[in-house]
């Protein structure tokens, strides 16, 4: 089954300690990107990459990083998370014409 | 990079035809036009996409006129399992560049 699977999927952390969101995708796509969801805000992308090797930055990057050794993963890094990263990330990988294929999701809070 | 805007919200009766348009006045040429449904704490899920004309499926109709600056995306008798938020984007991955925008979203309310 084509599938966005991430992990973990849900989060309690505190302030300043370091944590990872896995992110794999079994379908082959080149394309994989991040969002964050907040309350009247809407979906707004962290990072993304467009190959392997290859990251850039989204509308929203500060505190995060990523990195993307293989095509099917893509781990979201909070080095220090803060109490404003508290959200809901999405994972999602991309074919060519844009159409996007998300996780399920990772609700994660920072106390 | 091609923005959108939507309605933030709209209220429909049960088995009732409803319409939600989208501008996109900065569409590029290599860009489609694609429509997502998210429920609560769910990541979105494709509903149709497009890039010219009208495009059908067993969901949902995409109408997309000449000039490709607006799109609508047409649910035929909706029910309350169709409350939910739906998203236009465009974009495509063919330039290189990252152009996959998300708008704010329509919210669909249907009413019994």
């Known amino acids: 089954e084509a599938q966005v699977t991430q992990n973990p999927r849900y989060l309690i952390t505190v302030t300043g300690k370091k944590l990872t969101v896995t992110c794999s995708q079994n379908?082959?796509?080149?394309?994989m990107s991040w969002y964050r969801q907040d309350p009247g805000l809407g979906l707004r992308q962290i990072y993304y990459?467009?190959?392997?090797?290859?990251?850039d930055k989204g509308d929203v990057p500060e505190g995060y990083k990523v990195s993307r050794k293989e095509k099917r993963n893509f781990p979201l890094i909070l080095e220090s998370p803060s109490p404003n990263q508290t959200s809901l990330y999405f994972c999602?990988?991309?074919?060519?014409?844009?159409?996007?294929?998300f996780g399920e999701g990772s609700r994660l809070t920072v106390l | 990079l091609a923005k959108t805007t939507q309605p933030i919200s709209m209220d429909s009766y049960e088995g009732q035809e409803v319409n939600i348009t989208c501008s996109h006045n900065?569409?590029?040429?290599?860009?489609?036009i694609t429509w997502y449904q998210q429920f609560p704490s769910q990541g979105p899920r494709f509903i149709i996409q497009?890039?010219?004309t009208k495009v059908t499926n067993e969901v949902a109709s995409l109408f997309i006129p000449a000039d490709r600056k607006s799109s609508t995306l047409s649910l035929p008798r909706v029910s309350l399992s169709d409350t939910a938020v739906y998203y236009c984007?465009?974009?495509?991955?063919?330039?290189?560049?990252?152009?996959?925008?998300f708008g704010t979203g329509t919210r669909l309310t249907v009413i019994p």
């Open positions: 999602a990988s991309a074919v060519n014409t844009g159409e996007l294929f």
């Open positions: 379908m082959n796509h080149e394309y």
């Open positions: 990459s467009m190959n392997v090797e290859v990251t």
């Open positions: 900065n569409i590029a040429t290599n860009d489609y």
């Open positions: 497009g890039y010219k």
């Open positions: 984007l465009v974009g495509a991955l063919k330039t290189g560049a990252n152009n996959l925008f």
